[in-house]
């Protein structure tokens, strides 16, 4: 966005128009017999919540340096892997599951550093 000046949110709105077009051909020949009003309520829910999210990101990313879109990159691999990690480990954790899930936090911790 900082290298085609372009505005977060003519941004969001792009990426937002650009989803839609591609959407309106499985809501126009999509089998909506089986959808119920509360799935409905539901997903524009989440479109609010995701349009939102993205209008949030884009703004912080156009006003944030490279060294910081990389430090929440790395923060963002870590995330990634520890949420389900604690999700699928919830019955206990072998040695090397546990030596699996250090090495990941030693190289995020190590690829921060340079």
């Given at each position: 966005?900082?290298?085609?000046?372009?505005d977060?949110?003519?941004?969001?709105?792009?990426?937002?128009?650009?989803?839609?077009?591609?959407?309106?051909?499985?809501?126009?020949?999509?089998?909506?017999?089986?959808?119920?009003?509360?799935q409905?309520?539901v997903?524009?829910?989440?479109?609010?919540?995701?349009?939102?999210?993205?209008i949030?990101?884009?703004?912080?990313?156009?006003?944030?340096?490279v060294?910081?879109?990389?430090?929440?990159?790395?923060?963002?691999?870590v995330?990634?892997?520890?949420?389900?990690?604690?999700?699928?480990?919830?019955?206990?954790?072998s040695?090397?599951?546990?030596?699996?899930l250090?090495?990941?936090?030693?190289?995020?911790?190590?690829?921060?550093?340079r």
């Amino acid at each position: 966005m900082n290298r085609v000046r372009l505005d977060p949110y003519v941004t969001v709105i792009v990426f937002l128009a650009g989803s839609l077009l591609f959407a309106l051909p499985a809501a126009f020949f999509g089998n909506w017999s089986g959808i119920s009003g509360s799935q409905l309520r539901v997903a524009a829910i989440a479109c609010a919540i995701s349009a939102i999210g993205s209008i949030s990101f884009n703004r912080m990313l156009a006003t944030t340096t490279v060294a910081e879109v990389a430090n929440m990159f790395l923060v963002m691999l870590v995330v990634q892997v520890a949420v389900p990690a604690a999700v699928l480990l919830r019955s206990g954790a072998s040695t090397r599951q546990i030596a699996g899930l250090c090495a990941a936090a030693l190289a995020v911790v190590l690829l921060g550093k340079r």
